[in-house]
């Protein structure tokens, strides 16, 4: 009795034993399954600030290099002349007539005087802008009384002498390797001992339109193009996004038209904006008859590329309004359409409003579609109206991007610069919004 006592006591201590040491094997390996896993994790996360890190690095590096190159485009080089407003030349009835441009060679050569020879001449009045004729002219329009006597007028430099104050034309190269000659440094010596050369902001730059000359180009045309072009894509995308998104989340029954309708829809946000550009040019311009290079076109052809986004953040908007707030809205006595006009459309409002600012913001910054309808044009002045001949900004951008002249690369980074501008702007309008009005549920 006693033997088998001892034997189920023993039997019941080595099945003890070996319950806890498996129960310590196990412990040991969940430990080690533990310890690898917060090792990955770790490492997950090391990966997740270096792409963080790299990604600000890399951006920095792009913002760095745009402002590096085309901050000194908010200034504009100016060379002071003294010029005699012959009345024997000016017909104060036809003062378009007169002949502003040899009033500036002459105001040239009497502050030169030791210039004689043609070659001389030529480099001499190249120092200076032709739009200083235009400038002259426009001062003689408004002051028709300082006719007969000596101005003292501030006219833009040449792009090249201008490049030169700013320091992107090196002084300590051979001749053969410089835009500006020994003799016009002579000259730009001169007249920098003489006070006649200084830098001031550039307001030809955000007032003027498309120009050959660097030192006349600016970017309102392009800035008025694209304000109307997105005007016409505000008023056409908005309400069709929203409408289109109310249909389809809450009165479009649930069938297979209405799967494919959705399938579609997605797809074509991936679509390639340069379809875009095709269609409309295949449709509205070839089909339709449209003008080319107009803000009327380049809206319909945005709205069809836009419409996509506003779509499927419009109805990401109306899923996030809870189910109660529609039952409550029934069960009060209000029909389906006065549910979502009255309850849940101003709750996904904000969410439409931001998806539609960020829809907005990408096709302010699109080129291709609208290279394909024409408004690769060059364009010198204002649009007045949304079928005005007109371009972008982004395009304005490509265009200057091509040009050979160093002024025009200083042109293209300001203009990206503004272009940045108005986008992060846009973005932060949607942030603001979508903060202030959002709601938690």
Do not use: C
């Not at 105001?107 to 032709?130: C, I, N």
């Not at 300590?172 to 500006?180: L, N, S």
């Not at 660097?214 to 409408?243: D, H, K, M, N, Q």
């Amino acid at each position: 009795m006693n033997n088998h006592s001892n034997t189920g006591h023993a039997g019941t201590t080595r099945s003890n034993t070996q319950k806890q040491s498996a129960s310590l094997r196990t412990m040991d390996i969940v430990s080690k399954g533990l310890s690898r896993r917060y090792r990955a994790e770790k490492r997950f996360r090391l990966y997740g600030i270096t792409a963080i890190l790299l990604s600000m690095v890399f951006l920095s590096m792009l913002f760095i290099s745009i402002t590096a190159n085309g901050y000194t485009a908010f200034q504009q080089t100016f060379v002071q002349l003294d010029i005699f407003l012959d009345p024997d030349d000016i017909d104060t009835q036809v003062l378009q007539n007169a002949n502003y441009q040899a009033m500036v060679k002459n105001a040239l050569r009497d502050m030169f005087p030791d210039v004689k020879t043609r070659g001389d001449k030529r480099q001499l009045y190249d120092m200076v802008s032709t739009g200083a004729a235009y400038q002259l002219q426009d001062f003689v329009r408004k002051n028709q009384q300082r006719i007969g006597s000596v101005v003292q007028l501030w006219v833009p430099a040449d792009d090249d002498v201008d490049m030169l104050i700013k320091g992107h034309i090196p002084r300590d190269v051979p001749e053969t390797e410089r835009r500006i000659k020994d003799t016009q440094l002579s000259w730009i010596d001169r007249l920098l001992e003489q006070g006649r050369i200084e830098k001031r902001f550039n307001t030809t730059f955000f007032t003027a339109g498309d120009s050959r000359e660097p030192e006349l180009a600016g970017i309102r045309g392009a800035v008025t193009g694209s304000f109307y072009t997105l005007i016409v894509t505000l008023l056409l995308s908005f309400p069709v996004g929203v409408a289109t998104a109310v249909y389809l989340e809450e009165f479009a029954p649930k069938n297979r038209w209405t799967d494919i309708i959705e399938v579609n829809i997605n797809n074509l946000a991936a679509v390639p904006s340069i379809v875009y550009g095709l269609l409309g040019l295949a449709v509205f311009l070839n089909f339709f008859g449209l003008p080319r290079s107009v803000p009327l076109v380049g809206g319909f052809v945005l709205t069809l590329m836009t419409l996509p986004t506003i779509i499927i953040a419009s109805r990401a908007a109306l899923k996030s309004v809870p189910p109660s707030i529609r039952e409550a809205a029934l069960g009060v006595g209000a029909s389906k359409t006065q549910m979502v006009v009255h309850h849940v459309l101003p709750l996904a409002l904000p969410g439409m409003l931001t998806g539609t600012i960020i829809g907005m913001a990408q096709a302010l910054g699109e080129t291709a579609p609208l290279l394909m309808i024409g408004m690769v044009a060059f364009i010198v002045d204002i649009p007045g109206g949304f079928t005005d001949p007109s371009t972008v900004l982004p395009v304005q951008i490509f265009l200057w991007a091509d040009s050979p002249e160093r002024a025009f690369l200083e042109r293209t980074s300001a203009a990206i610069m503004v272009l940045l501008a108005f986008l992060v702007t846009m973005n932060a309008v949607a942030v603001f919004l979508r903060k202030k009005f959002e709601r938690r549920w």
